[in-house]
């Protein structure tokens, strides 16, 4: 088996010149950005048009992803190995006698999964039709690839953000926080069944997924990036492409195709509105910036506990207008039901408030799921902040 080793030790990486910016990290940062922006549009196609041709605009904008990182990526591991400079060497890993940074591996390894991932997810829907679920096989596997890409441009990032300085160090800190926002949305759209819908905010499994899974990717952004305010900055990411897209999707006509049609849509479904994660994430830079470095489990223990209290207040509150009538607006998203869901009185109520409510003990399992994740998010922090290639 092939091993990556390292092509020169951390203190011994030189540092880039702080002049340009490298044309590799836009490129790998709009290849994760048309990641989540394709998936969204996927969904929202499937949701108002149904079943359709493999050619979709979100299908391109998705594979765009994979094109865009692999060929950039690909280019960056060839001219690193066979014309890099001293520093771009030093500055990389090896792999089948190939150089280049680590970041950029993971991108090409993410490219590759998506590639396969395309024929599989045709051939899925030819023989099965259209999803039950949004993690069918072939989209686990795409979904693996384009996440690999997002985690390939966060460690870009972030080593150049290590090895940077000054004013040059503070831009790379606001690159890694919006690397980070995209992966918030990248785990939101994964929890679409779970956390996408505002009738859900009632139920226990509703803080359970979110109190698993966002203060990994909050914390670890707060402690490896070099921004004052870099989980706000993250969650702001999440939220602000969100809600572009909550309001540019409708803007497109569009009708149904597949039957049963239970209602007549003529504009693209939004997707549902984003949680307000901008507040937990606030609660989130305060504790990390009050409490510091050091003691990491105590700092578990606040910054979890801190995010799922604030996440409760401001989602179990701010859901009761949000499932209402009166949210039904270009706003908050209008026309938001699949075409083929029969109407009915679920689209103003809480979902398995009866079979699923939301009790201490389940809090409390919340609370360790938060503190054990915010844990993770601090080990996974440190090490970003330590990476060099």
């Known amino acids: 088996m092939p091993s990556i080793s390292a092509a020169a030790s951390a203190p011994g990486v030189p540092a880039p010149r702080a002049a340009a910016l490298p044309w590799y990290v836009p490129a790998v940062l709009v290849a994760a950005t048309c990641a989540v922006v394709g998936v969204i549009w996927d969904i929202s196609w ?25 060929l950039s990526c690909g280019w960056l ?16 890993v090896r792999f089948w006698g190939f ?16 590639i396969v991932s395309a024929p599989f997810d045709n051939w899925w829907h030819n023989a099965y039709g259209l999803d039950v ?32 300085g000054g004013e040059a160090r503070r831009g790379y800190g606001r690159l890694l926080a919006y690397g ?4 918030v949305l990248n785990v939101a759209i994964m929890g679409f069944e779970q956390i996408g819908f505002s009738q859900n ?6 803080y359970l997924v979110c109190a698993a899974v966002f203060p990994i990717l909050l914390v670890a952004g707060a402690r490896a990036s070099s921004l004052r305010w870099p989980a706000t900055t993250a969650a702001a990411v999440y939220v602000g492409v969100t809600l572009i897209m909550v309001w540019v999707l409708p803007l497109f006509p ?22 307000l994660l901008i507040v937990p994430a606030v609660a989130v830079d305060l504790v990390m910036r009050r409490f510091g470095t050091g003691r990491d489990w105590r700092l578990s223990a606040l910054v979890g506990a801190s995010f ?6 401001t989602q179990w509150f701010a859901t009761i207008y949000l499932i209402s009538p009166a949210s039904e607006s270009f706003l908050f998203g209008a026309q938001r039901w699949n075409y083929n869901s029969l109407p009915g009185d679920f689209e103003h109520r809480f979902w398995d408030i009866g079979s699923d409510p939301v009790t201490p003990l389940k809090l409390g399992f919340a609370a360790l799921l938060a503190i054990t994740s915010s844990r993770v998010g601090l080990w996974l922090g440190n090490g970003l902040a330590r990476v060099q290639r």
Not at 149 to 157: E, N, R, Y
Not at 201 to 206: C, E, I, K, Q
Not at 308 to 313: E, F, N, R, S
Request: net charge positive.
């Open 46 to 70: 499937h949701r108002t048009i149904g079943r359709d041709t493999f050619w979709t605009p979100a299908h391109l904008a998705i594979y765009a992803s994979g094109i865009i990182a692999g």
């Open 77 to 92: 591991v060839l001219k690193t190995t066979f014309a890099g400079s001293d520093a771009e060497r030093a500055a990389s």
């Open 99 to 114: 150089r280049g940074p680590l970041g950029a591996w993971l991108c090409i390894w993410g490219a590759m999964a998506m």
């Open 133 to 164: 679920k949004v993690l069918s096989p072939p989209h686990l596997i795409l979904a693996l690839g384009f996440t690999g890409i997002q985690l390939g441009a966060v460690l870009m990032v972030a080593a150049l953000q290590n090895r940077a």
């Open 180 to 183: 980070i926002g995209i992966l």
């Open 201 to 206: 905010a009632h139920n226990a499994l509703y």
């Open 254 to 275: 569009a009708t149904p195709k597949l039957a049963p049609v239970y209602r007549p849509l003529t504009h693209m479904v939004p997707p549902p509105f984003p949680l």
């Open 308 to 313: 799922l209290a604030v996440l409760l207040v």
